[in-house]
């Protein structure tokens, strides 16, 4: 098996929304993955990121001695970690392990020293799970109201992060063959927090906290983002994939907003209680009022009538109301065009609960019909004065075999058209000849 490490360069586009002079690049690292085990998937994957970044161990360990303290840290590997990796897929277990044991592992959990232990990096990849606070948004447009008559959603990701964390940006394409993965986050971070599939399905993480102490996961709990990982590379529509998610116990409240080729969604899962899979014509809180015909919008809280009442900061309901107010697409008057997703996004209406704000180092905008993805990634120095930038990065896709090809249909009409044109010639060059024949007798 062998890994492609290539780069993503930002160059200048037709669109304002994304036309840049400057230059900013992310690493993509293409993983030959087909009959491969998960052991072989993370051996090859590890030592293609540590030839990228060989630095990568302090990295984790020093972003992770700023995000939580020693003694907090010790509780949870005690009380919370295994209780969640048992369940996570044995083969994404053996790809950590096996993308580890390339890397410079210590045998100490000691944050801050440098150094990076297996459990530092299996905490790395379950902060999702462990409840962290983040405010990421998502907005999404389908049917009469989209440009391309098929759904377009845009999503940010907000979090704390330091310059060291924002060099390690990456995404990472498995290719099983028939079934492809793109994963946008960091190099080595193996669950998902923003993919999609060759199959035009897309999947992105949002917390929703309940506003309780997080306390030991249940037995049985799942990971969520190793969940959506698993959804990913085994479902193709929303239905199925909210079907399979639903099913599901998690330690932490979360929303999960969902794309398909027909349809938005966003999956509501507060803790302990009934999961919601809401639509644009789901009723919601009085509070939060949305009325918005096919049209989308997600912060970090729940707004389905059916959920529990948690939108109690001023970010979400004022990041709830500003997407309401840019939410003006109509059937048969304005309809959404992938540069007016990207300018949503990019909103910076309120400096101090902007959609688009100073935690920002991931913004996006995915059209699941033909897999195209726009995608900003903050530079190294987070500098946002300067104009922010979607790149084009759609190549990122092998070209979609017949089955998975939204222009299938069409392909099979013409190739029929084509075959019968074939018949009537082939026949008449026949009877003519079989006319010709019988003339001569």
Known sequence: MKIALAFLIMV??????????????????????????????GAELGRAIKSAFPDIERIYDSYLAGFIRQDQFNQWVRSGMDIIRVNIDPAYQEELSAMASTWQISGKDRLGDGFL???????????????????????????????????????????????????????????????????IGFAGYIGVISGFNNHGLYLAHLDSPLGIRYSQPAAGAHSIVFDLRKTLENEA?????????????FPFSHNVLMADRDEIRVLE???????????PSTPTRPEMPWGKKDQIAVVNCFVSEESPS??????????????????????GGRTAQIDDLTRIMFDTANRHQAIFNAKTFQSMVFSPKDGRLFLYAAPISNNKHEKPVMTDVSHLLPKAD????PYRSEILLLWSVVSVMAGVVLWVVLKGRKSMADYLK
């Open 12 to 41: 200048s586009a037709w669109h304002p929304a994304w036309s840049v002079a400057a230059q900013n690049e992310i690493r993509v690292f293409q993983v030959d993955a087909e009959g491969k085990t998960g052991r072989e998937i």
């Open 117 to 183: 232990s297996l459990n530092e990096l299996w905490f790395f990849q379950l902060m999702p799970d462990v409840g962290r606070r983040t405010n990421c948004s998502g907005f999404g447009v389908l049917g009469n109201v989209s440009a391309t008559h098929a759904p377009l959603v845009g999503r940010n990701v907000d979090w704390d992060t330091t310059e060291d964390l924002r060099s390690l940006q990456a995404i990472t394409v498995y290719d099983y063959g028939k079934d492809v993965l793109v994963n």
């Open 269 to 279: 899962q507060p803790d302990g209680k009934a999961s919601h899979l809401r639509t």
């Open 310 to 331: 948690n939108c109690i900061e001023s970010k979400d309901i004022y990041r709830w109301q500003r997407f309401g107010e840019l939410a003006v697409f109509e059937p």
């Open 237 to 249: 529509t929303v239905g199925a994939a909210a079907e399979f998610l639903m099913a599901q116990q």
């Open 402 to 405: 017949m089955e998975n090809d």
